[in-house]
């Protein structure tokens, strides 16, 4: 399966794709860096720079 990020919430993205891995497809998504992010930034940022290490 093949997602397309553009203007995609993040969360709901990652959920479709979560559940079609746990289905055993295969997950590709395009166009990530176009992924909208809801919410409050610096929580995510923060959460993003913790798991990055």
Do not use: H, P, W
Not at 7 to 26: N, T
Not at 34 to 40: F, K, L, W, Y
């Amino acid at each position: 399966m093949i997602i397309d990020g553009k203007d995609q919430i993040l969360g709901r993205m990652a959920s479709v794709a979560a559940k079609k891995l746990l289905e055993g497809e295969e997950v590709f998504i395009v166009n990530a860096e176009e992924v909208i992010i809801t919410g409050n930034r610096e929580y995510f940022f923060d959460l993003y720079k913790k798991r990055a290490q």
